[in-house]
């Protein structure tokens, strides 16, 4: 077999040899409407100079934080560049050697680097007022620790919107002992997105207007075509419903394609990255989400894509077609292609509002078509984790509810309570559930003793072809005594503690309260719940995720803590219990410690949660190979678990890693 590490020398092409008078290229709302049913055609690449990363190895090195002039839109914009680069070079390490790195701030105010994911001291960080003072304009500071780990992470600046500006890069562990992950060759693939507006003027619109960048809110057609589709009582019920709640159910992404252009390892849509394989050959791409504030979905078409790791952590082989990666969150896959023949790296945002892609090939003459974007998502009532429990639904015509491609993978009803729930006279006589995917669904509480279900007619039903595999009733029956530990979950099975408001979620901070949270583990999340019907693509969960390694600290929690992440979105105002950063009292974790933290999502935006200095053991069933993770997504009206070992002493940042939800949706952790 070849060598495990055979990569081809990555040629560093700068910006400013760019084609600076190509024209823009950012795909918002009218050029995604006009491009999203036309595949690029096959020589979409074939004029453009693609760009790699540029690759640093060893145990020193220097780095020099700098602005440059940059061109990825048709028009110059300043940015914030390590060593002339955007990205920034990719720092090779080997796991149990001590690096040490010199970084220079020659910009014109504070700067500093972040080390996301990596095990480290607390002032060797980066994190400024919390493990250092930051760096001054002309000086420079040593970063200096041993690598005790191995896998893909990144590394970015914590000060102010330089993130967004381009201080951002890759890091590539080599193991100290063989990979268990057999692999030929291995691309790092960092996908970001970019604006020629300044952060902080996007942050300052978002502030005066939420809604700034979404050029997708409903109109009067798409209430005409509801109308034709549900009728008008379903219709003018569910617009009421949004309307009286204040919020829009198009409301995925506070910034949008209208303003950002994603990059693929730093090229814009039109010019794509291009990586070359030879026959044979298994090839790991190491995915990283280096963005401010972009979710994105990733496929590759016609290629099975085998997930290895996660957040740099190995975990057991999942076969996906399709994945979304949250912000700061990174994945590697192996994949196989067959020579003489190019694939699409196909990487769409949350909204669809934009993407950005690579081209993988055994020959550079051959290019992989770009497929159009999926259809855009819209949020339903789940994602508001409404309790529908007391709702009366008599009289509900869902004669012309089509859930032949409803998916219903991950619907957790153990807490639905139907007891009371009048459904008499609900006609189910046309709903098609043929083909309907409930895998995951957990029936084991639901409480239908009383509901008065009179009327209901089920005679025609469809669900001949209802596929319920993965439907696991054998846990149902497990021991009360066996439930609970000093009246907590079982460590790998999540929390059972009831959903709790306090006092500081209620006021004008506060627009959303999920009364219900469904678990999102088994979610693939909004926009993406209906692939597998709609176009035979397994996608990625949480739940899917396993650890390669049995569990490392197999020791019950010994306590929980409940965090609502919260926020007005219209105020554009962002906090966790209700209470903003500023306002906040440190969380205090006791050292060699053994908790649970729990996340209930009380907007309806997903957040992806990073927790500095210490591992977030996802709860995902299996307490025996429980997967370790530094950044956490949480679906909008959800909840989700981990647990956390405070074996790191100091003061550590815990936060949304959205940009511009982070000045609020923050906290301090103090392990002591």
């Given amino acids: 077999m070849k060598s495990q590490y055979m990569i081809k020398p990555m040629i560093q092409t700068t910006n400013s040899e760019l084609n600076n008078s190509r024209r823009r290229f950012v795909f918002g709302a009218s050029a995604m409407l006009a491009l999203m049913s036309i595949p690029f055609p096959k020589n979409a690449f074939a004029n453009a100079l693609s760009q790699s990363l540029s690759q640093l190895s060893g145990k020193v090195f220097d780095l020099s934080i700098d602005y440059k002039m940059v061109n990825f839109t048709g028009k110059s914009a300043r940015a914030t560049v390590v060593n002339q680069l955007l990205p920034a070079p990719l720092l090779r390490w080997k796991e149990g050697e001590t690096v040490t790195l010199r ?19 607390t002032e060797m960080d980066g994190v400024p007022g919390f493990s250092f003072d930051g760096i001054k304009p002309g000086e420079t500071f040593e970063y200096q620790f041993t690598v005790q780990q191995s896998g893909t992470y990144w590394y970015h600046s914590h000060s102010g919107y330089q993130e967004q500006t381009g201080l951002f890069g890759a890091i590539v562990i080599d193991p100290a002992t063989p990979d268990p992950v057999i692999y030929d060759r291995d691309y790092v693939i960092m996908l970001s997105d970019w604006s020629d507006e300044a952060p902080e003027n996007i942050y300052a619109k978002l502030k005066k207007q939420a809604d700034y960048y979404n050029y997708r809110e409903r109109t009067v057609m798409d209430f005409f075509s509801d109308v034709n589709k549900n009728g008008l009582a379903n219709t003018w019920n569910a617009r009421s419903m949004w309307n009286n709640a204040r919020m829009s159910d198009r409301d995925i992404s506070d910034v949008t394609g209208s303003t950002y252009t994603y990059l693929m390892n730093g090229n814009p849509p039109q010019q794509g990255w291009q990586g070359l394989f030879e026959q044979g050959e298994k090839v790991r791409l190491r995915f990283i989400n280096s963005s401010a504030m972009t979710i994105f979905d990733v ?21 996906v077609d399709e994945f979304r990666i949250g912000v700061a969150e990174t994945y590697d896959v192996v994949i196989e292609p067959e020579v003489d023949n190019a694939y699409c790296i196909f990487a769409q945002s949350i909204d669809r509002t934009g993407f950005t892609v690579g081209n993988l090939t055994s020959d550079a003459s051959l290019h992989a078509p770009i497929p159009p974007m999926d259809p855009r998502p819209v949020l339903g009532h789940s994602d508001m984790g409404m309790d529908m429990s007391d709702m009366d639904m008599s009289g509900m015509d869902h004669s012309k509810m089509d859930m032949g491609a409803g998916d219903m993978s991950g619907m957790d009803h153990s807490k639905m309570a139907m007891g009371g729930g009048d459904m008499s006279g609900m006609d189910h006589s046309k709903m098609a559930m043929d083909g309907g995917d409930m895998p995951g669904m957990d029936h084991s509480k639901m409480a239908m003793g009383s509901g008065d279900m009179s009327g209901m007619d089920h005679s025609k039903m469809a669900m001949g072809g209802g596929d319920m595999s993965g439907m696991d009733h054998s846990k149902m029956a497990m021991d009360a005594a066996k439930a609970t530990v000093s009246g907590l979950g079982l460590a790998g099975f999540g929390s059972n503690n009831e959903i709790k408001h306090i006092d500081t979620e209620f006021g004008p901070q506060v627009d959303m309260r999920a009364d219900a949270p469904k678990s999102g583990l088994h979610d693939p999340g909004i926009g993406l719940r209906d692939h597998q019907q709609q176009f035979n693509r397994k996608v990625l969960t949480y739940g899917d995720i396993k650890g390669l390694h049995p569990t490392y600290d197999t020791r019950q929690p ?44 009380d907007t309806m935006m997903t957040h992806p949660m990073h927790l500095h200095g210490m591992w977030s053991e996802l709860e995902t069933g299996d307490p025996d190979f429980i997967p370790r993770k530094h950044t956490v997504l949480v679906q909008p009206g959800s909840k989700i678990s981990y647990l956390v070992t405070a074996d790191a002493k100091g003061q550590w940042a815990y936060h949304c890693h959205l940009l511009f939800h982070m000045p609020g949706m923050f906290r301090k952790v103090v392990v002591k």
């Avoid at 220079?104 to 095990?119: A, V």
């Avoid at 803590?561 to 919260?566: F, P």
């Avoid at 962002?574 to 060699?592: C, H, I, Q, R, T």
């Fill in 103 to 121: 970084v220079k701030n020659n910009l014109d105010h504070d700067s500093s680097i972040h080390w996301h994911g990596i095990i480290l001291p």
């Fill in 558 to 601: 010994s306590r929980e803590i409940q965090l609502h992440l919260t926020g007005n979105m219209n105020r554009y105002m962002w906090s966790v219990n209700g209470v903003k950063f500023m306002d906040a009292a440190p969380l205090e974790f006791e050292y060699g410690e053994r908790l649970r933290i729990t996340l209930v999502n």
């Fill in 299 to 319: 496929r590759i078409p016609g290629l099975k894509m085998s997930v290895v790791a996660s957040d740099g952590q190995n975990i057991q082989p999942v076969s």
